[in-house]
């Protein structure tokens, strides 16, 4: 089956430094995603990751380890505006057939 | 970035009736559109692929019949809920690829909601 796992609920503060982990199993593997999502909004993209290391975008980074199923999100000098749901999703195959996880809460405080 | 629209952005309907549902890739032709359905403080679910010219591909557990997928040109797919009931409600969301195949755009989401 597919398993994609992260925290529910995180919460950090303004300026601070956050990073949110996602562990996952899945049947296949061809890339994995990190979007950002507003309560009663659709995702928006934050990043995509296919080969092992670093990938950085502004105060956005994402990370991924191939061999350990393991990627995390690091958010710098959080803003109030980054109080949302953050959700991993992995595309399991060629064609960008994503599978997500649950998403992370997070609430950015003053 | 390119666009999706999706149509309407919130619904109520009465059980029993069907919904339609739109989803528009404004500024560029996509081949495959996704179907989501993401309930309350849960992931978001694929229901189906959506091929243009094609029939769609559903995911295990998804009736074919009750949720019909159309996806008539290169930048409209539709998906009618048919005979409505309440848990049905939720929060439907397409997503379209670009011809690049790294990042797939989403539409706003439409809220469902059958009383």
């Known amino acids: 089956g597919q398993n994609i796992d992260q925290p529910t609920e995180m919460t950090a503060t303004e300026g601070a430094i956050v990073q949110i982990n996602c562990t996952y199993q899945t049947s296949g593997f061809n890339g994995l995603f990190w979007y950002q999502q507003h309560a009663g909004e659709a995702p928006t993209f934050l990043s995509y990751?296919?080969?092992?290391g670093l990938e950085e975008k502004g105060r956005f980074s994402s990370f991924l380890s191939r061999s350990k199923g393991y990627s995390y999100l690091l958010l710098k000098e959080l803003q109030m505006k980054d109080s949302a749901s953050y959700l991993c999703a992995v595309n399991k195959e060629y064609g960008n057939k994503l599978v997500f996880g649950a998403g992370t809460i997070l609430r950015v405080k003053s | 970035g390119a666009v999706v629209s999706q149509h309407p952005s919130w619904v109520i309907c009465k059980s029993g009736t069907s919904v339609k549902i739109e989803c528009r890739s404004l500024d560029f032709q996509a081949t495959t559109m996704f179907w989501y359905r993401q309930f309350p403080k849960q992931s978001l679910m694929l229901m189906a692929t959506s091929n243009e010219g094609s029939k769609a591909t559903y995911e295990q557990g998804v009736e074919k019949d009750k949720f019909l997928i159309n996806h008539a040109s290169l930048t409209l797919s539709t998906l009618t809920v048919t005979s409505a009931h309440p848990e049905d409600s939720s929060f439907y969301i397409c997503?379209?690829?670009?011809?690049?195949?790294?990042?797939?755009?989403f539409g706003q989401g439409t809220r469902l909601t059958v009383v």
């Open positions: 997503s379209a690829l670009t011809g690049e195949d790294t990042e797939a755009f």
């Open positions: 990751n296919v080969l092992d």
